[in-house]
């Protein structure tokens, strides 16, 4: 399965909208993808919970032999704000709520890995899950990043209708 990053948004789009803390709508939007632009435009007005999925970084997997496999590194991001930065007590409640959250999440990822309709987190490597909590003081947001693995079978087979042999090399 070639898993393309924008089947991974929608995935994690409908994640967002189907929990109910999450609560992501078309009135109201929870869900945010790290892209600069949406990172200057929309996180001036977040809507907390906030869930925001990044976009992943991969790489080959080579073990000298014919099967290659794609090693695609992402996260998500749950994010919630505190008013008072001294109420210490406040900042681990939300802490623990969202773990609670992430945890919903990689919960439902293992549901949905067993339903073929779910194609896109299918290769989903549950071992790889590393949950951080974060905290970013100037703007009062605090959370818990996720990141996790899908590692795929990649295939080394050449599509030769992608390739002019004939074609004049420009100097």
């Known amino acids: 399965m070639n898993t393309k990053f924008s089947e991974l948004v929608q995935y994690f789009r409908e994640i967002a909208c189907q929990h109910i803390e999450i609560g992501h709508c078309s009135t109201e939007n929870h869900f945010y ?63 623990d709520r969202l773990e609670g959250i992430a945890d919903d999440i990689v919960i439902r990822i293992k549901k949905d890995k067993r339903n073929s309709q779910s194609q896109v987190i299918r ?18 947001n605090f959370g818990v990043r996720c990141t996790f693995k899908i590692l795929t079978p990649f295939s080394g087979d050449c599509d030769e209708t992608k390739w002019n042999y004939n074609a004049v090399i420009a100097v």
């Open 33 to 95: 993808r790290f892209e600069i632009d949406e990172v200057l435009i929309g996180l001036k007005t977040v809507n907390y919970p906030a869930l925001i999925l990044e976009g992943y970084r991969c790489n080959l997997i080579d073990n000298k032999s014919d099967n290659i496999l794609k090693d695609r590194t992402g996260a998500f991001i749950l994010l919630d704000h505190l008013n008072d930065l001294g109420d210490f007590d406040t900042m681990h409640a939300i802490w």
């Open 123 to 140: 290769d989903f490597d549950f071992s790889s899950v590393e949950y951080t909590l974060i905290a970013n003081e100037q703007d009062k």
